[in-house]
């Protein structure tokens, strides 16, 4: 039939992506703050020089097609380069978050059964731990050793290596990257990325409803490149030429310094980060760095930081998504409608976590019947599930899928869809409170605590009632030199959630526990108060 197969084959491969950025933004800069406080510059033509360099010294060392090679390593350019150079040979990078427990860390890397590790100097001390336990890893190559360190050096390895090097020219379904969640029960589970999927995923980043990038765009990237492959950001970076700014280090001053000296225009991190900036800021009184926009996911971003944001000029992107969409499935972004909003209801409309980008399909379904699908009507709260291109269908190694007939994937989280397409994230299918038949959301009451400025953190959970089934119990605390007792608390809470909805118990604690992630663990909170009774 006349038209059939009239253009031209072209495989979504990863080398796309770095063959263009050599090509077409080969000068725009790579800068790189290193852990000792120096920082290097380089660009797009080089990391592409480098990528085919590491590609080489990889085959010289016998990995092959398929191989996993593993990276725990912060963010900078000789990271970067491994994020292509394997790629580029046919390799699966699995890169390893250095937070992870000692048990996870042992785990993962046997059950990833990486060749080589490629680590940065400041994680010697977990590489010394863990050596003996890891029991597939052939060479340890250090990103950044000390001078004189007789260790093998990334920079000394590629260099012996001269960059003439054609890619390797596999399957658009093959693996190229694999990164494991962190798994609050159980063992870490792998999520194995394919070079279509990561294009897919990239590609559709790159619209102004989510990233906006183009060749004008400075981006820091605080989140990190052993997270849920850095959100996709340095592929559509390479993409559209994008000026990267990254950092070894994650303290505030070196963000707020790199981001004033370096121009950048947007960043992206979980909350966590903007906390830190915030707190950095008020403590030296300098203004927020001149940020055109913001990324913030991970986690729910609370109101009072898209307020500051906001009214520092700084456009929010609110993000959900978690290493099983490759991340991305939502962004939130201006509408139509955007400039004949109140601020208020802005801020209310950036709290929630954006639309669905380009392939991201998303339907909530009843919590105690999965098969009955829930309206979109802003109200009805059920199970988040997801599919499309870049949404895993398979754990690693796993013998069955992860998602149904059709293809839907059960994100354990709780929503609600909206007629304009915004998701609203409400809770964790596993964190919910059921009292009395209906369900309160953990995390509304958790933001909404934080608004009271005197509660550093706050974690709300359900405790067994004989009356209600469940009764929620807030667990804060406090600010350091702040004083605040639990009827103030609750007071403070009462014109902000449902009259029900409000604890039965406010208790103070010096901690909360935390998953090797930074979020709230829930789990590890239910297990320590295990034996908790309300007062009658
Ligand atoms: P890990 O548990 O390893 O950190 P992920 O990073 O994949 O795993 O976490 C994904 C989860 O993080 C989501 O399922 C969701 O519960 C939560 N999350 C991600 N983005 C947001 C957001 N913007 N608001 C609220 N929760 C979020």
Not at 205 to 214: C, E, I, T, Y
Request: aromatic share 8%; proline share 5%; with cysteine.
């Amino acid at each position: 039939m006349a038209g059939l197969g009239a253009m031209q084959d072209w495989k979504m491969r990863i080398t796309h992506v770095i063959d263009h950025a050599a090509r077409e933004h080969a000068t725009r800069e790579i800068v790189t703050h290193w852990a000792d406080g120096s920082e290097t510059r380089t660009n797009w033509g080089e990391i592409h020089r480098d990528a085919r360099r590491m590609a080489q010294a990889l085959e010289a060392l016998g990995i092959e097609p398929g191989d996993r090679v593993a990276s725990m390593a912060m963010n900078h350019s000789r990271h970067l380069v491994s994020w292509f150079g394997v790629a580029g040979m046919g390799g699966v990078l699995h890169t390893v978050n250095p937070r992870l427990f000692e048990d996870q860390l042992e785990y993962i890397v046997n059950h990833a059964e990486d060749r080589v590790l490629f680590y940065d100097a400041a994680f010697q001390p977990i590489v010394d731990l863990m050596r003996d336990r890891w029991s597939t890893v052939e060479h340890y190559i250090c990103y950044d050793p000390a001078p004189g360190s007789d260790l093998l050096a990334f920079e000394d390895w590629i260099g012996a290596q001269d960059g003439d090097y054609a890619w390797v020219d596999g399957e658009e379904r093959d693996p190229c990257m694999l990164c494991y969640t962190s798994g609050t029960t159980g063992h870490p589970k792998g999520v194995l990325y394919e070079h279509r999927s990561t294009m897919f995923h990239a590609w559709s980043g790159l619209q102004p409803s989510a990233h906006d990038f183009d060749p004008s765009t400075v981006m820091l990237p605080v989140v990190p490149m052993f997270h849920a492959a850095s959100w996709g950001l340095p592929y559509g970076g390479a993409m559209a030429g994008v000026k990267f700014v990254f950092s070894a280090v994650n303290e505030p001053q070196v963000l707020c310094d790199l981001m004033d000296r370096e121009g950048v225009t947007t960043s992206a991190g979980v909350p966590t980060v903007w906390l830190a900036m915030f707190q950095h800021c008020d403590a030296t009184g300098r203004d927020l760095p001149k940020l055109d926009s913001a990324t913030i996911g991970g986690s729910a971003a609370p109101q009072f930081m898209i307020e500051r944001l906001m009214k520092a000029g700084i456009k929010v992107q609110h993000a959900w998504g978690m290493t099983e969409t490759s991340p991305i499935g939502t962004v939130g972004s201006p509408t139509a409608d955007w400039a004949r909003m109140s601020f208020e209801e802005k801020v209310a409309k950036s709290r929630m976590q954006g639309r669905p980008i380009f392939g991201i399909e998303l339907r909530t379904v009843d919590l105690d019947d999965r098969t009955k699908e829930l309206p979109r009507d802003g109200e009805s709260s059920g199970a988040l599930q997801v599919r499309g291109p870049w949404v895993i269908k398979r754990y690693f190694k796993a013998e069955e899928d992860a998602v149904d007939a059709e293809g839907w994937f059960d994100t354990g989280d709780v929503g609600i869809l909206h007629p304009d397409g915004t998701l609203q994230l409400t809770d964790r299918t596993k964190d919910v409170i059921k009292s009395g038949g209906e369900w309160i959301s953990s995390v509304e009451l958790e933001n909404a605590a934080c608004g009271h400025p005197a509660v550093a953190e706050a974690a709300a959970i359900g405790v067994h009632h004989p009356q209600w089934d469940e009764r929620p119990v807030l667990f804060v605390v406090r600010k350091e030199g702040q004083d605040v007792g639990a009827q103030e608390v609750v007071n403070f809470l009462s014109d902000k959630v449902a009259k029900w909805w409000l604890p039965d118990a406010v208790e103070f604690v010096d901690d909360i526990p935390h998953t090797a992630t930074g979020k709230i663990s829930k789990k590890d909170l239910r297990d320590r108060f295990a034996d908790y009774r309300l007062a009658d």
